[in-house]
């Protein structure tokens, strides 16, 4: 099993929509949590970290639930923007690893 | 944030030869990673780059093939060597500046022919 599991998508959703992706970890020891956005042929960037008690930044909602080990990225009123790869991300306490997961594909349509 | 200037952007590369990767931060930094990413599939961890000493490698990657150097807190570079088709990836460096945020260089894009 991997450590960090998402659904690969693509995701097809049209402007406007909201739209929400779930990432899995088998780590219970993992401690931070982490949404990255990757667009086509460039480098991961910070999207928001995730936080016990959820967190808002805008149109974007990242909420975590430990006792099932997911987190998920919640998205609203869709732009075109937001086409791109979510990458889901874990870190263990005491550790420097981060664990990618493979990536959501959000594809928003006109 | 970090600045990191990652080079080369891409190259095409024979089998049996070796490619160097260079990593320049505009700041000190204490931990910075060289990643991989393979067509279609997740980051991948090669090792962690450790100042004044050798890299920290992960499990199925190994210093023959990565060698790694890290002079000195802003630079580093990755040498894939003896290629082979099924070293084309994506190589990523990165740095945590110790604020749990993880900032990447653009990439080196390579293909072995």
């Known amino acids: 099993r991997k450590e960090v599991e998402q659904d690969p998508g693509p995701f097809n959703v049209p402007e406007g929509a909201t739209v929400a992706f779930n990432c899995t970890y088998s780590?219970?020891?993992?401690?931070?949590f982490f949404w990255y956005r990757q667009d086509c042929r460039k480098e991961p960037k910070l999207l928001m970290s995730?936080?016990?008690s959820g967190n808002e930044d805008g149109r974007f909602t990242a909420q975590l639930n430990r006792a099932s080990q997911y987190i998920s990225l919640l998205i609203r009123d869709s732009k075109l923007s937001d086409s791109a790869t979510y990458l889901c991300?874990?870190?263990?306490?005491?550790?420097?690893?981060?664990?990618f997961g493979t990536g959501t594909r959000l594809k928003v349509l006109a | 944030s970090a600045v990191i200037s990652q080079k080369p952007s891409r190259d095409i590369c024979q089998r049996g030869t070796s490619l160097t990767i260079q990593c320049q931060v505009d700041?000190?930094?204490?931990?910075m990673f060289w990643y991989r990413q393979q067509p279609g599939q997740s980051l991948t961890l090669i090792a962690t780059?450790?100042?004044?000493?050798?890299?920290?490698?992960e499990s199925g990657f190994v210093i023959d093939k990565f060698p790694i150097s890290r002079p000195n807190l802003t630079f580093s570079t990755l040498t894939v060597s003896n290629l082979s088709p099924e070293d084309s990836s994506i190589y990523l460096c990165?740095?945590?500046?110790?604020?749990?945020?993880?900032?990447f260089g653009s990439g080196t894009q390579l293909s072995v022919l």
């Open positions: 990165s740095v945590d500046e110790g604020t749990e945020k993880l900032f």
């Open positions: 995730v936080y016990s």
């Open positions: 780590n219970s020891a993992s401690q931070s």
């Open positions: 700041s000190q930094v204490t931990m």
């Open positions: 991300v874990v870190k263990t306490a005491g550790t420097y690893k981060y664990i």
């Open positions: 780059a450790n100042q004044g000493s050798e890299a920290t490698y």
